[in-house]
C-alpha cells in the first residue's frame, strides 16, 4: 500500500522527484523571468508616454492604410460578385430552326463546361413580353409573323479574371453552333472591374509591402536608440554570465508590445472610419441589394495583431542583432 | 585553480600589455596583484574574465584551458567568477537589491531563491538595511559593498578584485579585506589587484608583482617597499 499523509492523500518518495522538483523550479524561475522583462518592457515605456505614442501611432497609421485599402477592395469586389449574376450571353436562335433543333442546342448550351444555367425564351413569349413591356402591343398586330426569334440565356461562371476568360471560350463556343443566329454579350465593364480589383490588390500588397518595411525599420531605430541608451546595463549583466539571448529578451519584448499596441490602435482606427462611414454605405448597399463584407471581423483583426507582433519583434529582432554584438565589456 | 601558462596579450597597436606571464593559484588561495597602473593588472584580470583572449599561451581554470570555450560558453564560464570592479559598476536606476540580483537573474534563478540569497549575501556586507536604496544615495564604502555583495551572491568559485580600496579610507579598506578573508575561508580562490602599499602591508599574502606585462616577483613577500 502507497503511503498517506494525514490528509490521505498519497505521498511519494523523495527521491524519485528530485529531478522533476528542480526542473519545475527552473521552469518557473524561466517563466517568472519572462514575466517581470515583459512587465520591466511595459515600464520602460511607460515612463517615457510621448516618445512610445509617437512610434504607437506612427506604426498604427502604416497598419491602416493598407488595411483600409484592402478593406475598399474587398468591399468593391463583393459588389461585383453582385453584378456577376448580371454577366448574361443572350444567344439568338436562327428562325427556321424547329423545335427538335431547338431541344438540341439546349442540350448542348447545359452541357458546355463553365455554364452556370440556361434559360428558354420561345419566339412567342418573346412576342408577348415586348408587347407587354413596350406599349406597342397593338401596332404590332399589324405584323404578319413574329419578328422575334427564339433566345436562350446563358450565364456563364464569372468570378475572377480567370473565368472570364472562360467566358469568352463559352462564346466562342456558341457562335459554332450550327442553329445559333447572333450571340450578344456584355462584359466589357466586367472585364474592367475585375482589372480594377486586381490592380487595387496589387496595390493593397505594394503598400503594404512599403509600410511594412517603414514600421520594420522604425521599430527597429526605437529598439536601437534603447539598447544605446541602456549600454552600461547591457555591459554589467554581460559580465556577470548573462546570455545574448538574456540580454535581447527585452528588446524584443519591447518591440512585441510596441507592434501589438499599433496594430491595435489601427484597429481602432479602421472601426472609428467604419462607424463613421457606415450610414453612407449602408445606402450604397441596399441601392445595389448587396451583402457587402465590410469590417475586419474578428480573424482580420486577429491577423492585423499578428502582421503587428511580427513587424514588432522582427524590427526589434532586426536592431538587436545588428547592435548588441558592438557592446562587449572592454 | 588558475593556471596562467606562458601567456602573453600583444594588442593590435603593438602594445605588448601581458608577456610570458606563468603562475597559478591553488583553490581557496589568497593574493595580490600589484604593479603600477599600466603595469598589466587590469589586463590579466580581463584574461580571467574572458573580456580579452590572450595573443599566445594558456590560461587554465580548474584545468579548462580558456582558449578552447567559444563565445556562446563565456557567461556560462562568467557565472563561476564574481567581480569586484574599480568603479563598482552599479547600475544607477536600479535598487540596491536589483544590482545584487542581477548575477542570480541572468542565471534563472526562481524569485524565492533570489531573495533569500540577495538578502544573505548584503548582510554578509552589512548593508540588509539599505537593499531599498539606490546607489547613489550610497557613500562610497557603501556602493563599493554593494559591488562586493553582487560579485559573491552567486557563490563564485573564483573572486577577482581591481582596486577594491581604491578611494576608500584604511579603516573602510580592512573591513572590505576582511570581508575576502571570509570568503577565502570558505575555499572561494580571490585574486586582487592593487597599488595600494600599505593595505598589502599589513596583510600577509602572496604578492605578485607586474612591471611592463610581465611578472617580475611572485611569493609571499610582504612589506619591504
Not at chain 1, 430552326?97 to 458546355?112: K, V, W
Not at chain 1, 559580465?239 to 481602432?268: D, E, H, K, M, W
Not at chain 2, 602599499?197 to 611569493?219: F, P
Amino acid at each position: 500500500m502507497a503511503a498517506t499523509d494525514k490528509n490521505g492523500r498519497e505521498t511519494t518518495p523523495r527521491g524519485a522527484s528530485g529531478q522533476n522538483i528542480s526542473f519545475a523550479h527552473r521552469w518557473r524561475g524561466y517563466k517568472s523571468h519572462h514575466r517581470a522583462t515583459l512587465s520591466d518592457s511595459l515600464t520602460k515605456m511607460l515612463r517615457e508616454p510621448m516618445q512610445t505614442l509617437m512610434t504607437v501611432l506612427v506604426i498604427a497609421i502604416a497598419l491602416t492604410l493598407p488595411a483600409a485599402l484592402y478593406l475598399t477592395v474587398e468591399n468593391v469586389k463583393a459588389l461585383g460578385s453582385n453584378f456577376e449574376s448580371s454577366a448574361q450571353i443572350t444567344v439568338y436562335v436562327k428562325r427556321q430552326a424547329n423545335s427538335t433543333a431547338i431541344e438540341t442546342l439546349a442540350g448542348q448550351l447545359d452541357a458546355m463546361p463553365g455554364v452556370i444555367s440556361v434559360s428558354f425564351i420561345s419566339a412567342e413569349q418573346a412576342l408577348l413580353e415586348f408587347k407587354a413591356l413596350s406599349g406597342f402591343g397593338s401596332a404590332l398586330r399589324y405584323l404578319e409573323d413574329n419578328p422575334l426569334p427564339a433566345v436562350f440565356l446563358v450565364q456563364p461562371l464569372v468570378t475572377d479574371q480567370a473565368s472570364l476568360a472562360q467566358a469568352e471560350t463559352i462564346i466562342a463556343g456558341i457562335r459554332e453552333l450550327p442553329t445559333v443566329d447572333a450571340v450578344q454579350i456584355d462584359m466589357g465593364w466586367l472585364q474592367r472591374l475585375h482589372s480594377l480589383i486586381e490592380m487595387g490588390q496589387k496595390l493593397v500588397l505594394a503598400l503594404g509591402f512599403t509600410l511594412g518595411l517603414g514600421v520594420l525599420l522604425l521599430i527597429g531605430n526605437t529598439i536601437r536608440l534603447s539598447i544605446q541608451s541602456r549600454r552600461d546595463e547591457i555591459i554589467v549583466i554581460k559580465l556577470v554570465g548573462g546570455t545574448n539571448s538574456y540580454v535581447r529578451r527585452p528588446f524584443l519584448y519591447t518591440g512585441l508590445l510596441l507592434g501589438l499596441l499599433g496594430a491595435l490602435i489601427a484597429s481602432i482606427m479602421l472601426f472609428s472610419c467604419l462607424m463613421w462611414l457606415s450610414s453612407s454605405v449602408e445606402t450604397l448597399a441596399n441601392l445595389y441589394q448587396s451583402n457587402i463584407v465590410w469590417g475586419l471581423g474578428l480573424m482580420g483583426f486577429l491577423a492585423l495583431m499578428l502582421l503587428g507582433a511580427t513587424l514588432g519583434s522582427g524590427g526589434a529582432w532586426f536592431a538587436v542583432s545588428r547592435h548588441l554584438r558592438d557592446i562587449e565589456p572592454r | 585553480m588558475i593556471c596562467f601558462d606562458n601567456l602573453s596579450k600583444r594588442y593590435p597597436s603593438g602594445f605588448e600589455a601581458l608577456r610570458n606571464v606563468s603562475f597559478t593559484m591553488e583553490a581557496g588561495e589568497m593574493a595580490f596583484l600589484t604593479g603600477h597602473s599600466g603595469a598589466g593588472k587590469s589586463t590579466l584580470l580581463k584574461m580571467l574574465m574572458l573580456m580579452e583572449r590572450p595573443t599566445s599561451g594558456n590560461l587554465l581554470i580548474n584545468g579548462k584551458n580558456l582558449n578552447r570555450l567559444s563565445t556562446a560558453q563565456i557567461p556560462m564560464y562568467r557565472r563561476q567568477v564574481g567581480v569586484v570592479f574599480q568603479n563598482h559598476q552599479l547600475l544607477l536606476d536600479r535598487t540596491v537589491f536589483e544590482n545584487v540580483a542581477l548575477p542570480l537573474q541572468v542565471s534563472g534563478y526562481p524569485a524565492v531563491e533570489i531573495g533569500r540569497r540577495v538578502r544573505a549575501a548584503l548582510d554578509g556586507v552589512g548593508l540588509l538595511d539599505k537593499e531599498r536604496e539606490r546607489p547613489m544615495t550610497l557613500s562610497g564604502g557603501e556602493q563599493q559593498r554593494v559591488g562586493i555583495a553582487r560579485a559573491v551572491v552567486h557563490k563564485p568559485r573564483i573572486l577577482l578584485a581591481d582596486e577594491p580600496t581604491g578611494n576608500l579610507d584604511p579603516e573602510l579598506s580592512s573591513e572590505i579585506m576582511a570581508l575576502f578573508r571570509r570568503f577565502q575561508s570558505v575555499g572561494v580562490t580571490v585574486l586582487i589587484a592593487t597599488h595600494d602599499i600599505s593595505l598589502i602591508n599589513r596583510m600577509q599574502l602572496r604578492i605578485m608583482r607586474l612591471e611592463d606585462g610581465g611578472l617580475t616577483d611572485d611569493g609571499a613577500t610582504y612589506g619591504g617597499y
